[in-house]
T-cell receptor, first 113, second 113 residues
Framework: ELKVEQNPLFLSMQEGKNYTIYCNYSTTSDRLYWYRQDPGKSLESLFVLLSNGAVKQEGRLMASLDTKARLSTLHITAAVHDLSATYFC?????????????FGKGTKLSVKP | DTGVSQDPRHKITKRGQNVTFRCDPISEHNRLYWYRQTLGQGPEFLTY????????KSRLLSDRFSAERPKGSFSTLEIQRTEQGDSAMYLC???????????FGPGTRLTVT
């Protein structure tokens, strides 16, 4: 079964700095998802990456996918306080008809002034 | 707006009571999923529907849990004889075939005392 690992699990950044969150997955996954979750809230969809080499950007966030390395990254550029949240990556359970997502444990990002 | 509403948003119940949650997909979709999220973890898959057919259930879904989707419209998740370990956020998600994305509702937070 697909396993998804994120690191780091906690990340404290200063405003204006850049950093990358890593997401490794264990077996084939035909899609890779990134979500944002604010405390006490539900999950907000950020990106869906569908193919090797896919890169998507929205504001200060950029996600990429390397299916050969089974690795996705979420890069944060010039962090601002509003980006403080927990970020989850998820792969799609492949090899069946389920299509359910398997999530990592999440990266709790705190951006300090 | 993710196209999914859930009711209630919060539920406090005593151990041993039964509870029922409702998910209303507002927008077009091809699949409906239920996930459970406990504190500090990513969401875990419980079950999913395609139209009114329940096609898959996780091993997490014990005999005390049942989900229905009459006529392929709204869905309900019932937990019988609740236990303290059932305390969690219960999330409903829809998948849109056109975008491959899974959109989550606001969730129902269950507290079992």
């Amino acid at each position: 079964e697909l396993k998804v690992e994120q690191n780091p699990l906690f990340l404290s950044m200063q405003e204006g700095k850049n950093y990358t969150i890593y997401c490794n997955y264990s077996t084939t996954s035909d899609r890779l998802y990134w979500y944002r979750q604010d405390p006490g809230k539900s999950l907000e969809s950020l990106f869906v990456l569908l193919s090797n080499g896919a890169v998507k950007q929205e504001g200060r966030l950029m996600a990429s996918l390397d299916t050969k390395a089974r690795l996705s990254t979420l890069h944060i550029t010039a962090a601002v306080h509003d980006l403080s949240a927990t970020y989850f990556c998820a792969g799609r359970n492949y090899g069946g008809s389920q299509g359910n997502l398997i999530f990592g444990k999440g990266t709790k990002l705190s951006v300090k002034p | 707006d993710t196209g999914v509403s859930q009711d209630p948003r919060h539920k406090i119940t005593k151990r041993g009571q039964n509870v029922t949650f409702r998910c209303d997909p507002i927008s077009e979709h091809n699949r409906l999923y239920w996930y459970r999220q406990t504190l500090g973890q990513g969401p875990e898959f419980l079950t999913y529907f395609q139209n009114e057919a329940q096609l898959e259930k996780s091993r997490l879904l014990s005999d005390r849990f049942s989900a229905e989707r009459p006529k392929g419209s709204f869905s309900t998740l019932e937990i019988q004889r609740t236990e303290q370990g059932d305390s969690a956020m219960y999330l409903c998600a829809i998948e849109r075939r056109s975008s491959y994305e899974q959109y989550f509702g606001p969730g129902t937070r269950l507290t079992v005392t």
